[in-house]
């Protein structure tokens, strides 16, 4: 078998340093990037196009490390939530402790899989209405009918106190 012909090493080598890390001791932290399309993370912790996960046993639920993608559930923020990433995704493993682990080069299958993805993604989206509208961000004209929308309110006058509410 050829090098080219060969399946990405990626998903053995981050199963590979999962067990290694979990072994000994230590937090599994996964660097992802979030440009990559079919993911699914909490987007409101990502920073600068990446996010960092924590996928230790006791901080996940559901665990699959599969060949394609990992899955599995955790809480962000106290809000569950199930994530998806897939592997072309995945830029590095590391220990929180002490930043033992690797980071994974790019492949060419990956490159591959991502255009090919977004290229279906695109050939999707022109076939199937996706029920996403353009919204305007332009204020809606305001009828001149209404008591008082010639003049601002009044802000409340005197020192403000606080009172005890039994």
Known sequence: ???????????YLLRAFYDWLLDNQLTPHLVVDVSVPGISVPMEFARDG??????????VGNLELGNDDIRFNARFGGIPRHVHVPMAAILAIYARENGAGTMFEPEPEYLESAFAYQ???????????????LVSDEEPE???????D??????????PALRVVK
């Open 1 to 11: 078998m050829e090098p080219t012909q060969m399946t990405p090493r990626r998903p």
């Open 119 to 133: 290229d279906a993604d695109e050939t999707d989206s022109d076939k199937s209405e996706t029920g996403i509208h």
């Open 142 to 148: 305001v009828s001149d009918n209404g008591p008082g």
């Open 50 to 59: 990446q996010i960092i996960l924590n996928i230790a046993p006791h901080a």
């Open 150 to 159: 010639d003049e601002p309110p009044q802000p409340p006058r005197g020192r």
